[in-house]
């Protein structure tokens, strides 16, 4: 993963889907070097964050979804080949933002909690 090969993908995205307003990343060498940083500051409303060396909660949240997505569908249901996997994570996904109420957002589902702080 080099600082150009991050950046590029980083250009990738932006172009196809619009620039964050916030873009969180760690502090590896990739993110802080001058090719990367650099790219960022080329867009005058985009911040970057990046999560503080060390601090082991920071990834708490999408480690929690992944190890869920992985343990109620992927392990449950082993896919032949990539088309199909994506069609699984996709429906998970879809699943899990707008279907499955959340303990931790007292039994909402993320997609409610979304749209009522718009």
Known sequence: MTSEWCRECLE????????PEILNTDQGSQFTS?????FIASYQNLKL?????????????????????????LYLEPSENGLEL????????????????????????????YFLAA
Do not use: C, V
């Open 34 to 38: 001058p090719i990367f940083t650099k």
């Open 86 to 113: 994506y069609h699984k994570i996709k429906d998970y996904m879809k699943f899990y933002n707008a279907e499955r109420p959340h303990q931790s957002l007292e039994y909402k589902k993320p997609e409610q909690m």
């Open 12 to 19: 990738t995205a932006i172009n196809r889907y619009g620039a």
């Open 49 to 73: 964050s990046m999560d503080g060396k060390g601090r082991a909660i920071d990834n708490i949240f999408i480690e929690r979804f992944w190890r869920n997505i992985k343990y109620e569908k």
